[in-house]
Every structure is written in C-alpha cells, then in structure tokens.
C-alpha cells in the first residue's frame, strides 16, 4: 500500500537514506529540510535529482522543528498536495560531543528544543488529521544510547535522546485508541555513513573545557572515539537503518514492531529495552488497559 510519508530532518544521513529507501519501495516521500533556498539547497536539488534518476515520488517540504508555525505550514502543504498523510517519522536531532560539565545550561535547552520538543511540535502539527482519519504511524528515530553502555562526552545527547524515548512510550498508549500505531527504530553508533559525529556541536565554555584537558581526562575526546569505532564492525551499514524503517512501513497494520534495534556495536541496548518493554506490557495488563498495546481498527 502507497503511503504519504513526512521525515523531518532528511537532507542528510538517517532521514535522507530513509526518504530514498521509502520512495523506491513506492510510497510519496516527503523528506522534511531547514531552508531549502539556503543552507539545504544543495541538498534539495540531489533529492530531485534522485527522484527523477529513479522515476520515484521523493519531494522536499522546508520545515523547521523548533518552528510550530513551520511544522504547522509543512503538514498544510502536504495536505493541500495529497489530500492525506499517514507516517511520521522523527528522525530530526543533533548531536554534541565534550565534557558534560563544559556545556552551558542553554544549550541544553538547545538540544532539547530540537530533539525532544520538535518531535511535539510536529505531533501537533500532524496527529489532528491523523486522529480524525483513525489510522497512521508514527516512527521515532531512538538511539541505543537510552538503555545501552552509553559513552562519555556525549551526555547532553544522550539525555535528549531518552527523553524522546520517554515520549515516544507514553504517546504510543494514547495514539492506539486513535488506530495510530508506533514503532521505535532504535539504531547503534555508526562513526561513517552519517555526518553525525562530523558536525557535532561543541561546548561553549572553553575554560571548563581546557581544565578537563589539563587533568585527568587529557585527550579523553580522542580516546572516547577511537574506543567507538573499535566496536563497531568493518561492515556495519549506515544504510540497514532505512532499510529497518521501510520494512516496519511495509508491514501491514496492526502487525509492526513497537522497537526494532539496528546496533553493530551491540551495547546491550536491546537486553534492557527488552526487558523494559516486557515490563510495560505487563503493567498495562495489570491495571486493565492491555488494549493501549495495539492499535484499535478503523
């Protein structure tokens, strides 16, 4: 079945690779950018380009997270084009790298603001449509980090990315009455293939910054990546984690994942995560809401 797909976040890595994986498999993509005119032009015109090499319906739609009144106009275009939209999927974040303390409580709020809050603003931008069609989907786009062996220098990420977790949780037992399911595709660290650790923010405080330098976590930066890239495998494939979101869209409703880990690292994130959603199962069994974990049909 066709789908009208939104990714926020898609002019590079994991919401590119999935808005092209999604476009061959035959649905109408929309791969979500931050100024199409401007800093995302470049990548704008390779999208097209790849649409029309392949013959698919890969189309692009600016749309700023941090902009309800940008989520909002994203989702009206769509609408107004298609007449419909059936998938989300949150795949918009950004990632920072350096000592916990060095950051400033402002770019907490920063990070925060993009990777969980985004997420919030184009739920509200989207889910009323969804709702009154009784059925969709939404994916979020987790990390391993929430419940695996997180690495240093990567907190204020990490943090965000739980939180996001958290919601994505809860949402799922207040969608399914709705007909909307969720699925959490939950990837490993992936050190190529992707810009994440290329552009990864820095700390502001430089002084913080150069004390840890100066003592006992001089190079610490240095080691913490190299002690990432030697767990991760010769072949890991950036480009399974789009592959995993295709097959989680192709599967018929009622029927997708709520989690599908894609870790070449195996930090231990799927033992926890399975445990953790066990748990949950149980407890809604437990106080008589067993129906939350599945969707309810149109």
């Known amino acids: 079945m066709q789908e009208i797909i939104l990714i926020t976040g ?5 919401g590119a690779l999935t808005a092209r994986a999604l476009a061959q498999a035959g649905h109408t993509v929309y791969a979500s950018m931050l100024d199409i005119k401007g800093k995302s032009a470049k990548e704008a015109k390779e999208a097209a380009a ?3 090499q392949h013959n698919v319906d890969l189309r692009t739609v600016e749309l700023d997270v941090t902009s ?9 275009t769509i609408l107004k084009e298609q007449g419909h939209l059936s998938v989300i999927v949150h795949n918009a974040g950004h990632m920072v790298f350096g000592p916990a303390e060095a950051f400033t409580p402002e770019q907490y709020a920063e990070l925060y603001d993009i990777n969980v809050l985004g997420t919030q603003r184009v739920n509200r931008a989207a889910l009323p449509h969804l709702r009154e069609q009784r059925k969709g989907l ?3 786009i987790g990390s ?11 907190v204020p990420y990490f943090a965000a990315k739980a939180a996001m977790d958290s919601l994505a949780v809860t949402y799922s037992g207040e969608l399914s009455r709705w007909g909307i399911e969720t699925t959490i595709v939950v990837p490993g660290a992936f050190t190529s293939g992707t810009n ?19 003592g006992p976590y001089k190079n610490f ?14 072949d890991a494939d950036v480009s399974e984690v789009a592959r995993a979101v295709a097959r989680v869209v192709a599967t018929p409703f009622g029927k997708r994942p709520f989690r599908v880990y894609v870790d070449p690292a ?18 809604l069994n437990r106080i008589g809401l067993k129906d939350l974990l599945t969707p309810a049909a149109v």
């Open 221 to 234: 930066g240095e080691v913490v990546s190299e002690a990432q890239k030697s767990v991760i495998p010769a």
């Open 138 to 140: 939404l994916i979020w």
């Open 144 to 154: 391993t980090s929430t419940r695996g062996g997180p690495s240093p220098y990567l």
């Open 68 to 76: 309800q009144s940008s989520a909002d106009e994203a989702v009206k």
């Open 266 to 283: 195996q930090d231990g994130a799927e033992v926890v995560g399975t445990v953790a959603d066990r748990i949950r199962i149980e407890f």
């Open 50 to 52: 790849f649409a029309k």
């Open 196 to 214: 994440h650790f290329a552009n990864a923010g820095k700390p502001q405080d430089e002084d913080r910054v150069n004390q840890y330098e100066r």
């Open 10 to 14: 898609a002019s590079s890595g994991f």
